[in-house]
Every structure is written in C-alpha cells, then in structure tokens.
C-alpha cells in the first residue's frame, strides 16, 4: 500500500533524463565559482592569459625562444599552456566532484555518475571557451593564426583533459578513505607537472636520460602530439597519443571500480569524525 508505484521508463526516456541532469549539473559547476556565469569565465580566462604572459616574459628574459620551434612563438607557449591547464582543470573538478557521501545524493535522480560528467565536461566547456576566446582575440588583433591540422591539435587537448579526468576519477574513489593524502598528492601532482610536463621543452631536442623524466607523463605526450599538429616542420619522434590515450582509459577503468567500491562503504560519519 505503501510502496511507490514505479512506471515503465523507456531507454530513451531514462537517457534524455540523464543527460537533462547532467545539463544542469554542469550550469551548477560552472557557476560554482562565481555567482555570475561570465564572471567565472573571465577569472578562468585571465589565468590562462596571465600563464601565457608570464611564460612569454620568461622566454623572452631568459633567451629561450631560439630554442623554441619555428613558427609562431605564442602558438609553441598556448599549445603546452593550454593543455597544461585543460588537464589540471580536468583533474581538479573531478576530484572536487560531489562523492557518495554528499547531501547532494540525498535527492533521487542524482547519482556520483551525473556529478563526475558534469564537473568533468564543465571544466571543459570553460577550458575550449577560453581557448577560442584567447585564440580569436589574437588573430584578429595581432597576427593571423596558422594551424597546421587544428583538428588533430584539437583531438590532443581532449586527450590531455580525458587523462585528467581519468586520474581525478581514481583520487575520487580514494578520496574518502584518505581525504588528506589525496588533496596533497592532487596539489603535488598540478605543481609538478609545471615541469613534469614539458611544456617549456621541445621533445626532440631532449637527451635521452632526460626523456626517461618525461615519457611517464600522458601530458607530456599530449602536448608534444598537439605541436606536432600545429607545426609544419616539427614531427615528434618520441610521443605517442595512444599511450596517453591507454593511461587514461586503464585510470578510467579502476577509477570506475574503486568509485563503485566506495560507494557502497562510504558514510558521512566518516568526515563527522575528522
């Protein structure tokens, strides 16, 4: 008597339910930062232009640009800097995503599936806007823009925000049985990548023992795909998107699993304690 009825759904119906919520799930994380939407873009779009600023500067101080690739010096600084941050982003509203334990699964049809896409497709939503913006700006204003093969240099930057959001998966299944131990590692991790990525070298020019520091790092293969697209006289020879691309499906599948595991463990006493 008590029970609630529960109606046929069709597969359609449950889909279009999921990616509605999923839809203003990502409205939600996007203005998370800011009460106006446009305000959170433009605090995420100045980060990015000050990153490529200062970069610019220390390039420019330091006598590095001969270093860089030939062709447009700003294109060789965005293409490490921009990916840099999609994956960091990525990474970062993943694990700061809504966890099983949050008052937010209180409501029915929100699930830890909803909240990982959408923080992880609002950070990009914010990361290829601001990419377009920057991008436009400076070929209408400054120089014409040359891109090699934009598509493929486009496919890269997906590559480096989907391992992002692979290892943010994984931190956030383990993120309420060590909440500390993640959120140090997470910080570590962005920090390090600064050089650990390396956006401020070209993969070609490196010596063998220092491409062994590198090659562990799905980023650091991403960007150097991503110049080689964008340039037509560079061709990596020691990068290969798909071993980004097996990294992070490898992180998506045990992120997956440990998610699943900790769901049916985790309890907010668990933070009451702390």
């Known amino acids: ?28 994380s996007v203005r998370k930062g800011h009460n106006n939407a446009f ?3 433009a605090t995420n779009l100045l980060q990015a ?16 640009r001969g270093a860089a690739l030939r062709g447009d010096f700003l294109i060789y600084i965005m293409s490490g800097i921009f990916l840099y941050m999609t994956h960091s982003k990525a990474l970062g509203a993943v694990v700061g995503s809504e966890g099983p334990a949050s008052p937010m699964m209180q409501h029915a049809p929100m699930n830890t599936i909803v909240s990982i896409a ?3 497709l609002g950070a990009l939503y914010i990361q290829v806007l601001s990419l377009g913006v920057i991008l436009f700006v400076y070929h209408v ?5 040359e891109i090699e093969q934009p598509l493929a240099a486009f496919a890269m930057l997906l590559l480096a925000w989907f391992t992002g959001a692979a290892l943010g998966l994984v931190l956030l299944a383990v993120k309420p049985w060590f909440p500390t131990a993640v959120g140090i590692f997470s910080t570590i991790y962005q920090r390090a990548n600064m ?25 650091f293969h991403t960007i150097d795909q991503a110049r ?11 990068s290969d998107p798909m071993y980004a691309f097996w990294v992070g499906l490898i992180l998506v599948m ?8 900790t769901r049916r463990h985790a309890s907010i006493s668990w933070s009451a304690r702390r």
């Open 39 to 41: 305000m959170a873009i």
């Open 195 to 219: 050089i650990a990525s390396g956006k401020m070298f070209v993969a070609n020019t490196l010596p063998s023992f220092m491409l062994a520091m590198f090659d562990w790092n799905p980023l």
């Open 118 to 120: 959408s923080a992880a």
């Open 49 to 64: 232009v000050i990153f490529v600023g200062a970069f610019y500067v220390m390039f420019s101080i330091l006598g590095l």
């Open 228 to 238: 080689g697209f964008a340039f037509i006289n560079y061709n990596p020879r020691y």
């Open 254 to 261: 045990v992120g997956l699993m440990g998610e699943f595991y």
């Open 141 to 145: 204003a400054f120089t014409p823009l």
């Open 1 to 28: 008597m008590f029970q609630p009825v529960r109606t046929h759904r069709s597969t359609r119906h449950v889909v279009l339910t999921m990616l509605e919520l999923i839809y203003h799930s990502i409205v939600r």
